[in-house]
Each structure stands twice: as C-alpha cells, then as structure tokens.
C-alpha cells in the first residue's frame, strides 16, 4: 500500500513538473535576441535575461539569409525600425534578411530557436516588420517600395493573397539610407498600416480590410509636421508617436479611420542629434540618438500631453562602451530598455527607475560592428 501510494505521487509530480515544462518552453522567456546583419550570412545572437536585466550568451542562429547595407548609411545598415520583432501569440521570431530578399521566422521555446522558416518578402531590400494579431506586414525599401501582408501560422508566415501595395519610391535594389522608407507599422484597432518615408517626409496609410488586406491600391499621403519621419510607436490609448530624425523631434498623431492623421501635439524636440528610434516601456518612452550617442525619456501624461523626463533631454549619456546609439528594445514586463551600440559592437541594458531614468545594469561585448555592415534590431522580453 505504501509503495503504491509513493508510486501515484512520483507520477503525478512527473505529470505536473512535463506540464510546467510545457508551458515554460512555449514562447519566449526572459531573452534578448539580436540581429547581426551579417553579408555572408545572417544571424540571431541570444542571451538570457535574468531578474537584475543582465544578459549572458545562450546561443546563435543562422537565418538562412542574407544581411544588407544601404548605401552611405553613416551607422545603421538597414536604416530602418522594427528589422526582428517577436510575435508573443504564436512564439515566433521574424527577422529580415535584407540582402537576399526573404524573411526568417523561428518557433521560441525559452531560449532555443527552432523551426526555422524562410520565405520572399514581397521585393527588395525588406527592413522593418510589423504585427498585429495573426497579421504581419514586411516593409521592402528597394526599388519603388512596397508592403507585403502574411498570415502568421503555426508553420511560420503565409503570404497573403491581395495584400501587395506599392510605396512608389524611385530607388535602387539597395536603396540610400535617407531615400528609405523608415518603418511600417499596425495601429493597435487593426485599422492602418502605417509607413513612414524619410526623404518625402510623408506619413502613409493604408486603410485595412477586417481580413487584413488594404482597402485602398494606393496610400493615404500626410505631410510630415517633423522632417525626415522614422520610428513610430503607440501609447496606451493609441495615439501614434513619430520620431523625426533632423531635429531629433516627436509628434503625436491621432490616426483617423480613413487614414487621415490629426497632429494632437506639435513636434517637441529633445535637444539632442538624429533622433531615429523610439520604443515605449509603460507611460514613459525612449528614444535613441544616434548623432550623439545618448537615449532620450519621455513621459506621457493621462491627458496625452507628451514631455521629456529631464530638461536635458537624456535619460543615458553616451560612454566609450556604448558609441553609435541605434536600435533599442524593451522588456515585455517595461522593466528593462536595452539598446544597440552600433560603432562599438554592444548592448547595453538599463533599469527603468520610477521616474524615467535609467540606470545601466548590464553591457554585452563582441556583436557585429558597423563597417561595411552591422547588427541592427532587437527584441527583448
């Protein structure tokens, strides 16, 4: 009788310890993933993120493409925002592979990437990815531009029929950093893709169908209230914001249903050089700078009314670790912000204090350093 009774209770420890198993390796856990970007061969660097935010080396990962780099691109090869995002629904990583035209998507089980999955991107150059829902959007810069819609499956991404829509850009297949369009992104209702084109300084939209696909051939056009149109992210209420490189500014916008944008706050400059990035971590955002190599606050305030942190306008000041500020990421839980030093080849995690500031926690050395290419995109969580 005892034995037995030992018996069950061994077996259901084993049930229940293969079930926590189970749900702990579905999707991403405590991880930051960096793109390297490499011309012969694209990778995905990973690291482990533990409760302080500090990151150790878990492993690295071909795509199964290519990296790219635009042409005079002073630290940033792909130019761009939103170059490897993760999909939390589905526990899939999206990469771009600019320099062979595809993107790579993997199933994440912790840390260990799997499944690997190469598909076409729609044309040339593709740099930024967005998602929402089971619907993602591949943003190709090269040659006239354009947006290509998949299904996010759990086989990895399946071209959307219909969903192909032109920028009309006039570049080559590997386009200038500044003639590039900056990043395409979803507005949070699943309404609007949005893509922002730095030299026309337009913000376009495209109205979408419930089914995902465009319900215009072409965009809606709005004139740019900053110069030269980047990054975008979302507040809570989704307002859109955008950074605007030549001044290192942020407008607010309200985006109307039918693809018109209404500027709710006037661009607001942080006094700092070449605003391009920019991500929100709960009611504060950061951006990064990279004239300057510094990371910029922002808080916003229940009304919607935008302001720096500090009247300096840096929430990070630049250090000899950390030269060439680009793409940055931050953690799922907005604990953590952690940022892509390009000239340097590192990445610098930070604490988000209370009251916006950020304190460094952790730097990691030895990423592709920008040369002829480097590493651009992140994701953490």
């Not at 793109?35 to 080396?57: S, Y």
């Not at 531009?145 to 499956?153: L, P, Y």
Request: with cysteine; proline share 4%; charged share 20%.
């Amino acid at each position: 009788m005892a034995l037995a009774t030992v018996a069950a209770a061994s077996v259901a420890v084993s049930m229940a310890s293969a079930s926590q198993s189970s749900r702990t390796t579905a999707g991403a856990d405590h991880a930051v993933f960096v793109q390297g970007n490499e011309l012969d061969g694209n990778t995905i660097r990973v690291f482990a993120r533990d409760e302080a935010g500090k990151l150790t080396a878990a492993g690295s990962y071909a795509t199964g493409g290519q990296g790219g780099d635009q042409v005079d691109a002073p630290t940033d090869s792909l130019a761009s925002q939103g170059s490897l995002v993760y999909d939390d629904a589905s526990g899939r990583l999206l990469s771009v592979n600019a320099g062979s035209g595809t993107v790579t998507s993997f199933r994440v089980e912790g840390r260990r990437l799997t499944d690997r999955q190469v598909v076409k991107s729609g044309g040339e150059f593709p740099s930024s990815i967005a998602v929402r829902g089971k619907i993602a959007y591949v943003m190709n810069a090269g040659g006239e531009g354009s947006v290509q819609g998949f299904r996010i499956t759990g086989m990895g991404l399946k071209p959307l029929k219909g969903s192909h829509r032109s920028l009309g850009l006039d570049n080559e297949d590997i386009p200038r950093f500044d003639t590039s369009p900056g990043e395409v992104e979803i507005t949070p209702d699943g309404r609007n893709l949005v893509v922002t084109t730095k030299a026309a300084n337009t913000v376009e939209v495209f109205p979408l169908k419930p089914n995902g696909k465009p319900a215009v051939a072409e965009p809606v056009i709005n004139k740019s209230a900053g110069d030269v149109p980047f990054a975008i992210t979302f507040d809570r209420d989704g307002r859109m914001l955008v950074a605007e490189a030549e001044k290192s500014t942020v407008t607010v916008y309200k985006v109307r249903h039918d693809g018109r944008l209404k500027v709710l706050q006037k661009p607001l400059t942080n006094g700092q050089e070449v605003l391009c990035w920019l991500e929100r971590a709960g009611d504060f955002f950061y951006g990064g700078n990279t004239g300057n190599s510094t990371v910029s606050g922002y808080r916003m305030n229940k009304h919607g009314r935008l302001s720096l942190t500090n009247s300096a306008g840096i929430a990070a000041p630049p250090s000899a670790k950390s030269q060439g500020v680009i793409d940055l990421a931050v953690s799922e839980d907005a604990r953590f912000v952690y940022v892509q030093n390009a000239l340097s080849g590192t990445v610098d995690g930070f604490r988000v204090e209370k009251d916006g500031a950020l304190t460094k926690v952790t730097t990691v050395e030895g990423l592709p350093v920008f040369d002829e290419s480097g590493m651009e995109g992140i994701v953490a969580v």
